[in-house]
């Protein structure tokens, strides 16, 4: 059985890249959108990108034109290939299904699946 969870986090310089990797399980791959999300010490949990069954897109206005969501149907895998990093991308990256949270806080606070990737960013 495949074992879902995330990973691809690590430290860059700015302007740098990273792919973070989402397992997610299959029946859930399968039937609703899927996302990442982060949060920064302080900061509020964010949703910053999602992709849907049929492959749609979004983006938070934060990451539009830098990060790039895809997924892999055949693997139930989700990327974010993270472009152009900078220091304010610093925090926990985190892979989760929305619909599944009544508050997108509780993403963070409960992990999505995985327990989340740390990405760092220095200047």
């Known amino acids: 059985e495949v074992q879902v969870g995330v990973s691809g986090g690590g430290s860059v310089q700015a302007g740098g890249s990273l792919r973070l990797t989402c397992t997610a399980p299959?029946?859930?791959?399968?039937?609703?959108?899927i996302a990442w999300f982060r949060q920064a010490p302080g900061n509020e949990c964010e949703i910053i990108s999602r992709i849907g069954t049929s492959g749609s897109t979004q983006y938070a206005d934060s990451v539009k034109g830098r990060f790039t969501i895809s997924k892999d149907n055949a693997k139930n895998t989700v990327y974010l290939q993270m472009d152009s990093l900078r220091p304010e991308d610093t925090a926990m990256y985190y892979c989760?299904?929305?619909?599944?949270?009544?508050?997108?806080?509780?993403?963070?606070?409960?992990?999505?699946w995985g327990q989340g990737t740390q990405v760092t960013v220095s200047s």
């Open positions: 989760a299904a929305p619909g599944d949270y009544s508050d997108y806080d509780l993403v963070c606070q409960l992990g999505g």
């Open positions: 299959q029946r859930t791959f399968e039937s609703t959108d």
